[in-house]
């Protein structure tokens, strides 16, 4: 592989990196420039004839035990096999803690792990249309937008790093579910332009019914995707009442990448 320069992605960057999200095989829209003083960071691998090769989407939050969430590393076909890959991983971790979701049993899979990253967890992408909502019991509670103020107790109530509940573009919108007191019960960052929500947590199942219906105030669309996390008793509650799954994929994690001959290592997607 030629000389790989890694730098910010750009606006004229953008269609390049729109033609390899496609490789993702994934709902939702390519991911566009980060705020400049946002926790979002779009790395592109750029190589000797000054093409983009690849690129990195990550989300960032210092002070996390895994400060790196990876959301998006892909590869040009062209250029797989040549380490493209793993220096944007590398530039990615940054010699920090990163996880991301990816298939296991795939080629991603093989590769993740010969880095030595393990699974710590399931999520599971559901697909529901709104009018499943009205046969679902309801748990009563107060649902509503989200200040920034208010994002770091409900990131803190569940085990969420803030920079994961904290939008990137003007689409994305952070929820909340409380009780009487305050207490957090669920909380969402909403992508109008998916439609979906990512993350989705929920404290009791039940709680996802007024938690969809204030989805719905802001959504356009007639359907909702939802990344579950960790959650089989949410996922189970929602597939009972029409909501379709697309995919389960391990949520994988390492503390330190292990080094590797990029020759020998599976290529990634």
């Known amino acids: 592989m030629n000389a790989l320069v890694l730098r910010e992605g750009t606006a004229e960057d953008l269609p390049r990196i729109a033609e390899l999200y496609r490789e993702l095989q994934v709902d939702g829209p390519p991911p566009g420039l980060p705020p ?76 993740y792990e010969h ?45 969420l790093p803030v920079a994961r509940l904290t939008p990137s573009r003007a689409a994305q919108l952070p929820i909340g579910a409380w009780d009487d007191d305050g207490a957090p019960l669920g909380v969402a960052l909403f992508d109008s332009a998916f439609p979906g929500c990512f993350p989705f947590r929920v404290a009791r199942p039940a709680i996802a019914t007024a938690f969809l219906r204030e989805v719905e105030r802001h959504a356009i669309e007639k359907h909702l995707s939802l990344m579950v996390e960790d959650d089989e008793a949410t996922c189970g509650f929602l597939k009972a009442f029409g909501a379709e799954s697309r995919i389960r994929l391990p949520l994988l994690a390492t503390h330190r990448l292990r080094t590797f001959d990029a020759a020998v290592a599976p290529p990634i997607r």
Not at 98 to 105: G, Y
Not at 125 to 153: H, K, N, W
């Open 115 to 159: 880095l030595g990253f393990v699974q710590s967890g399931l999520s599971e992408a559901l697909r529901i249309d709104f009018r499943d909502v009205d046969a679902m019991p309801v748990y009563a509670c107060s649902t509503g937008l989200l200040s920034a103020e208010r994002l770091a107790q409900f990131a803190d109530a569940f085990a």
């Open 36 to 111: 400049v003083a946002g926790r979002y960071r779009l790395r592109v691998a750029v190589d000797t004839q000054l093409s983009v090769v690849g690129y990195s989407y990550a989300e960032h939050d210092e002070t996390s035990d895994i400060p790196i969430f990876l959301r998006h590393l892909v590869t040009a076909p062209e250029a797989r096999g040549r380490g493209v890959a793993r220096k944007l991983l590398e530039d990615a971790s940054g010699g920090r803690a990163i996880q991301l979701n990816t298939d296991r049993e795939g080629p991603n899979g093989a590769f």
